[in-house]
């Protein structure tokens, strides 16, 4: 993974109210720590990191930060939390770690399905149960997210983490049984006839018993 340039500016925190100035400015509050450095707080630019996210489809980005025109060292930055607004999608905040382009970082990544199942063809139902893994590897060896191809996939078949293609160097830490995608078998018509019916029978015989002991009083 290449890393992408984002400049960022100091701040002094001053509160929620200045929090809401900055964004309605277009910048967006932000805090950069880790590596043994001090928590520094930070201002970046709202559009320059919406492109930065859209150009690798997610958070999993590796920044080359550089604050008020410098960067640490021998160190880049991955965001570590995102604050985005439920409704409005706006970025609300943003949390950066340093981490040593030399030493492995632990990041979860976007699970993405590939291919057609067979099953989904007959009608059954792709159901992904797990979106994202945990893994491990160098800053520079981070992808933006793993695959899982379901072109063999059938219906009642299910894949797992273990089936989960990681390049070399990645280290997938999701236990490898836990659950990924299944293909469900469609639900028919005539699946749920039998509770019907059997409704409908429960509702005859209650009216025949009500028909019986109205006779028995007359």
Known sequence: MDQVLLHAQSRTPEGKGAARKLRASGLIPSVAYGHGLEAKALVVDEKTLRDALRRHHGSNVL????VDGEAPGNLAA?????????????????DFQWV??????????AVRLVGTAPGAVEGGAVDQM????????????????????ISGLGIHDLLHVSDIA????????????EPVVTVRPPVSAAALAPETAEGEEGAEGAETDEESDEGSEE
């Open 63 to 66: 920044l080359d930060l550089k």
């Open 78 to 94: 991955i965001i570590k939390a995102l604050q985005v607004d439920p409704v409005t999608q706006e970025v609300l905040a943003v």
């Open 100 to 109: 040593s382009l030399e030493e492995h970082v632990t990041v979860s990544v």
């Open 130 to 149: 797990l979106h994202e893994v945990e893994i491990t590897c160098l800053p520079l060896q981070m992808p933006e997210e793993l695959t899982v191809d």
């Open 166 to 177: 990681a390049a070399e160097g990645v280290e997938v830490l999701t236990p490898a049984e």
